[in-house]
Nanobody
Framework: QVRLVESGGGLVQPGGSLELSCAAF????????MGWYRQAPGKERELVAD???????TYADSVKGRFTISRDNAKNTVYMQMNSLKPEDTAVYYC????????????WGQGTQVTVSS
């Protein structure tokens, strides 16, 4: 069994920055692609950014140039630096990771709240 544990959410003013982290814990596994999704009240969950095991990244148009996703494969951890935050970035952010054991399966973190407000 693998767990994804997120940290780094909180309240920030417009224009501010936050960094989210997500670490995978378990035994006898490796991480394939990892990413961040978000879900705002009344909206569907959407992809924010993801990164392959080799470091290829994808971003939603709404966050390009403001958010940066990265990972540390040795620590099975993915990060997302969020700059120039806007009120519309307010959402619960979820970490997602594709875990390789004897099979390939995706896991989700518990979610962390990001609120951008003055």
């Amino acid at each position: 069994q693998v767990r994804l544990v997120e940290s780094g959410g909180g309240l920030v003013q417009p224009g501010g920055s936050l960094e989210l982290s997500c670490a995978a814990f378990g035994s006898k596994f490796s991480m394939n692609a990892m990413g961040w999704y978000r879900q705002a009240p009344g909206k569907e969950r959407e992809l924010v950014a993801d990164i392959t095991s080799s470091g290829v990244t994808t971003y939603a148009d709404s966050v390009k140039g403001r958010f940066t996703i990265s990972r540390d494969n040795a620590k099975n951890t993915v990060y997302m630096q969020m700059n120039s935050l806007k009120p519309e970035d307010t959402a619960v952010y979820y970490c997602n990771g594709w875990v390789v054991t004897s099979t390939l399966k995706d896991y989700w973190g518990q979610g962390t709240q990001v609120t951008v407000s003055s």
